[in-house]
């Protein structure tokens, strides 16, 4: 699974803005070295989130466990029992990566898109250039 690992971190939720829609909430959080900001909308209703809470958040290619190259089925037509990495994390989504920027000094800025539910990372151009593709996996759990 590691060679289709293009993020792999864990961050500490600061903040949780649910006022805008129902049943979704802007999260904010930091990297656990500080080096990573992180804002993702969730729904809420299926993952809780709280202030405070660990996250470990994963980007990947593929859910296959052997890294292989994802076909055009898509991850909700996995056969009966067959194994994904999705299995092992509580919150999974698929999304587009649509925009870089440039940020201050050596660091980058990430918006993906999962559906209309947005993620947007600022960090270091080190971490975060694998990321420089169309389409990823984001999994999440606590």
């Known amino acids: 699974m590691s060679d289709a690992t293009l993020f792999d971190e864990n961050f500490i939720v600061n903040g949780i803005n649910s006022q805008k829609y129902d049943r979704v909430a802007r999260i904010s959080a930091s990297s656990v070295g500080n080096d990573i900001i992180l804002t993702l909308d ?44 999705a299995d092992t994390y509580d919150y999974v989504c698929y999304g587009k990566i649509y925009r870089f920027e440039e940020g201050e000094g050596e660091n980058i800025k990430v918006f993906v898109s999962f559906g209309g539910l947005l993620l947007y990372m600022d960090g270091p151009y080190k971490k975060l250039t694998p990321l420089r593709i169309d389409h990823v996996y984001l999994m999440i759990k606590k």
Do not use: F, H
């Open 42 to 85: 969730v729904n809420t209703e299926l993952y809780p989130c709280s202030v405070g809470d660990n996250l470990r958040i994963v980007l990947v290619t593929t859910l296959a466990l052997d890294g292989a190259k994802q076909t055009e089925k898509g991850w909700r037509e996995a056969s009966r029992g067959e194994a994904t990495a």
